[in-house]
């Protein structure tokens, strides 16, 4: 058995979305089927249309979404129909090296559906982060749906299935962001400002915002920015020096991906400090740095993957302070859209004028 309903896909490079009917089958062993209530446009998603990512072309897009579990298949037993759940992208194994070594944020096996959704014609679908989202019911594996708090809004806790959760987990979790650090975050996008806001979780006392668009930089200052900088014309690691003391902060933030950002990013560092790299670059992406310079600066150069979150862990937590008015996810939701109205949203993302635009079913 199957269902057919509406969703967006990426047919080939570069090429606009489509609305289209997608084939969902009806949930096997560890898998569910999820009615989807809101889905975030995040750049990844542009990332793979633009054939950024791989060529597994087509690809079904959206991964930052809520829903309500409708069907779940054998042998699922951590959710069951009914269930407000946020979907994720690390249903962790639990057996491989990484799991095995108790960090299951790097797990390196995570699970996804067994079973493909496809077109009408039996195309195979890629799901975007193997979730694929912006479609009325996903097939996924029963670990990628985390349980909430019912009372949440979709549309706002639906960002922590991706850029939201990569932010604030590149502050807190990457980063290691604590009380009284400085902090700097290039980009201030959705996944630029989740760190804004980690950080202020974390009680980082110098939070410097950095982006090329006055809007953003003004809702910046709204998840806990101290201090912003327009990065057109300004020489960007001057001016977060000039706001530390004349060294840099603790903790540098790149949430853009590309090179000339994560050079910004290593010089703007104090000594001994964090660069933490969470925007994605394209594979033709080239960085030149002097050795000398990263060995004489110490500290550490990471990259976040999904902010090294444990959604079992951090998603319910997140939501809770979300509930008690700490954590402004209502704030990244700039816009509610409709399904065929993807594609817009993507043009908005190079317009500025959005933080996030939602999908709502
Ligand atoms: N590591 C992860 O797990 C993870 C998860 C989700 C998204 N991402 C990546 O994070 C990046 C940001 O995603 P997003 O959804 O926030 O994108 P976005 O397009 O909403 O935000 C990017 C921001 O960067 C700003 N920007 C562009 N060029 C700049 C420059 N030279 N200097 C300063 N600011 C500049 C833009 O104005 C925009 O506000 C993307 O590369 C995305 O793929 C990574
Ligand atoms: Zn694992
Ligand atoms: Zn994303």
Same mark, same amino acid.
């Given at each position: 058995m199957s269902q057919r309903v509406?969703?967006?896909?990426?047919?080939?490079?570069?090429?606009?979305?489509?609305?289209?009917?997608?084939?969902?089958?009806?949930?096997?062993?560890?898998?569910?089927?999820?009615?989807?209530?809101?889905?975030?446009?995040?750049?990844?998603?542009?990332?793979?249309?633009?054939?950024?990512?791989?060529?597994?072309?087509?690809?079904?897009?959206?991964?930052?979404?809520?829903?309500?579990?409708?069907?779940?298949?054998?042998?699922?037993?951590?959710?069951?129909?009914?269930?407000?759940?946020?979907?994720?992208?690390?249903?962790?194994?639990?057996?491989?090296?990484?799991?095995?070594?108790?960090?299951?944020?790097?797990?390196?096996?995570?699970?996804?559906?067994?079973?493909?959704?496809?077109?009408?014609?039996?195309?195979?679908?890629?799901?975007?982060?193997?979730?694929?989202?912006?479609?009325?019911?996903?097939?996924?594996?029963?670990?990628?749906?985390?349980? *909430?708090?019912?009372?949440?809004?979709? &549309?706002?806790? %639906?960002?922590? =299935?991706? @850029?939201?959760? +990569?932010?604030? $987990? /590149? !502050?807190?979790?990457?980063?290691? *962001?604590?009380?009284?650090?400085?902090? &700097?975050?290039? %980009?201030?996008? =959705?996944? @630029?400002?989740? +760190?804004?806001? $980690? /950080? !202020?979780?974390?009680?980082?006392t110098t939070i410097i915002a950095i982006d090329t668009d006055d809007q953003k930089l003004e809702w910046a200052r709204g998840f806990g920015a101290t201090h912003t900088i327009n990065a057109r014309g300004a020489d960007v690691v001057e001016a977060v020096k000039e706001l530390t003391g004349g060294f840099g902060a603790d903790v540098v933030i790149e949430a853009v991906g590309r090179p000339e950002t994560y050079e910004q990013a290593f010089y703007a560092r104090d000594l001994a400090g964090t660069v933490v790299l969470v925007g994605v670059p394209t594979p033709d992406m080239k960085i030149e740095l002097p050795l000398l310079e990263i060995f004489g600066r110490g500290g550490a150069l990471k990259s976040s993957w999904y902010g090294d979150c444990l959604p079992t862990r951090d998603f319910p937590m997140l939501t809770d302070l979300y509930l008690q008015g700490r954590l402004d996810l209502d704030a990244f939701v700039t816009e509610e859209i409709a399904l065929g109205q993807v594609e817009e949203a993507f043009g908005k993302m190079h317009t500025g004028g959005v933080l996030r635009s939602v999908v709502v079913f």
């Open positions: 509406q969703g967006v896909i990426a047919r080939g490079k570069g090429a606009p979305v489509e609305l289209t009917t997608i084939v969902v089958p009806d949930p096997g062993p560890g898998e569910a089927v999820v009615a989807i209530q809101a889905c975030g446009v995040c750049h990844t998603d542009l990332h793979y249309r633009e054939g950024g990512i791989n060529d597994d072309f087509p690809f079904l897009l959206g991964h930052e979404a809520a829903g309500v579990v409708e069907s779940v298949g054998a042998g699922v037993t951590d959710v069951e129909p009914g269930d407000f759940v946020v979907l994720n992208w690390r249903a962790v194994c639990g057996t491989c090296r990484a799991c095995r070594k108790g960090k299951p944020w790097y797990c390196f096996a995570t699970h996804n559906a067994t079973q493909k959704m496809t077109l009408e014609d039996g195309t195979e679908l890629s799901p975007a982060l193997g979730i694929g989202a912006f479609v009325e019911k996903t097939l996924v594996h029963a670990g990628q749906c985390t349980k *909430v708090d019912p009372r949440a809004r979709a &549309a706002a806790v %639906g960002l922590l =299935g991706c @850029g939201v959760m +990569a932010g604030i $987990g /590149a !502050a807190i979790n990457t980063g290691g *962001v604590t009380r009284g650090d400085s902090v &700097a975050v290039i %980009g201030c996008g =959705g996944v @630029g400002d989740g +760190a804004v806001a $980690g /950080a !202020a979780l974390a009680g980082a």
